[in-house]
């Protein structure tokens, strides 16, 4: 007999499709497995669990089980694939907490830290971290642009503090496109950060908890020919390069997988998480921490699994086999 899982997808948020194609890809690793994945679409209206004939039926979120058809589903575990609310920022960790059902991701605290990216960052800035001066601003706040630009200076980033690092993100270049930037943000959330540009390489490295250890997995390279590693970037094909594993020295690889263990543990992280890092060829500075990575076949973290010698599969079965033993 077969565990039922539950990979939950969708959301309210902007990735909702692209949480949705994540969900498809792990579905398909765990079709062999010792588990039964069921697709659970969270949407603004509705909880459904989708069947493998394609029909929909309703989740019963007093106890998180379905009925489908004539069985009664009582989900096991929770595999969060949800980009954005409401599985980024704690609220579906803090559910399955009060009804105690495990789930994959990081714990509701640290989802929640993680998700405002300016709190994020002024305390792993305490940790040792180098970050990104900044500011942030709130919904009905005034702004006075010249002097946004003479604090960060010029490029600067302006996007939402609390979401996907896909959508409502604008490089400024000159002043005066700042004030349309920061509109632009708000359209994705109540929040909006405005960080100064750090240039240099772009890199992204995941790390795991399983089998009793912290493992850091290979590290990428991102190189696109967009301003930046936007949405277009992402998931367009033809518009980034993705190296893996990056071009680098044993010794810088050896450092950024380090800093990606340490953030780990200091911010008390579970599951799956990627840290994506710009280096100027001294130092490897943070951009920002993804507890809930697109797991899409293309994907970095499934492409850094395949380079450290694993099977995405293998690896999504210790995730349950540690969460249900």
């Given at each position: 007999m077969k565990i039922d899982i539950a990979i939950i997808a969708g959301g309210y948020s902007s990735e909702r499709e692209v949480s949705l194609r994540s969900a498809a890809f792990v579905m398909k690793c765990l079709e062999s497995t010792a588990y039964q994945p069921w697709l659970v679409d969270i949407s603004d209206n509705e909880w459904k669990v989708t069947s493998h004939k394609g029909?929909?039926?309703?989740?019963?979120?007093?106890?998180?089980?379905?009925?489908?058809?004539a069985q009664k589903i009582a989900f096991k575990a929770a595999?969060?694939?949800?980009?954005?609310?409401?599985?980024?920022?704690?609220?579906?960790?803090?559910?399955?907490?009060?009804?105690?059902?495990?789930?994959?991701?990081?714990?509701?605290?640290?989802?929640?830290?993680?998700?405002?990216k300016y709190y994020c960052?002024?305390?792993?800035?305490?940790?040792g971290f180098t970050v990104a001066k900044s500011h942030r601003l709130l919904k009905g706040d005034m702004w006075d642009s010249n002097e946004m630009v003479e604090s960060l200076g010029l490029p600067i980033f302006v996007k939402p503090n609390a979401g996907g690092s896909s959508f409502g993100v604008t490089k400024v270049k000159e002043l005066?496109?700042?004030?349309?930037?920061?509109?632009?943000?708000?359209?994705?959330?109540?929040?909006?950060?405005?960080?100064?540009?750090?240039?240099?390489?772009?890199?992204?490295?995941?790390?795991?908890?399983?089998?009793?250890?912290l493992t850091a997995f290979p590290v990428t390279e991102v190189i696109t020919e967009n301003e930046f590693f936007n949405y277009e970037a992402k998931y367009v094909v033809?518009?980034?390069?993705?190296?893996?594993?990056?071009?680098?020295?044993?010794?810088?690889?050896?450092?950024i997988q380090s800093l990606t263990k340490k953030l780990y543990r200091s911010?008390?992280?579970?599951?799956?998480?990627?840290?994506?890092?710009i280096y100027d060829g001294k130092i490897f500075r943070l951009l920002e921490v993804n507890t809930v990575p697109g797991m899409t076949e293309t994907s970095f973290i499934p492409q850094q699994i395949r380079a450290a010698g694993y099977t995405e599969t293998s690896i999504l079965v210790a995730i349950l086999d540690e969460l249900l033993n």
């Open positions: 029909e929909s039926y309703s989740v019963d979120k007093n106890n998180f089980t379905s009925m489908v058809g595999y969060i694939i949800v980009h954005g609310t409401p599985g980024e920022d704690g609220k579906l960790q803090g559910y399955f907490d009060m009804i105690g059902i495990p789930y994959s991701s990081c714990n509701a605290a640290t989802s929640a830290l993680t998700f405002n960052n002024q305390f792993l800035r305490s940790e005066e496109q700042l004030d349309r930037a920061i509109k632009l943000a708000f359209d994705e959330g109540e929040e909006v950060l405005c960080e100064s540009f750090m240039g240099g390489r772009e890199f992204t490295c995941g790390a795991l908890h399983f089998h009793g250890k033809g518009k980034a390069d993705e190296i893996t594993p990056a071009d680098l020295s044993s010794e810088e690889t050896l450092e911010l008390d992280c579970s599951g799956i998480i990627r840290a994506d890092f």
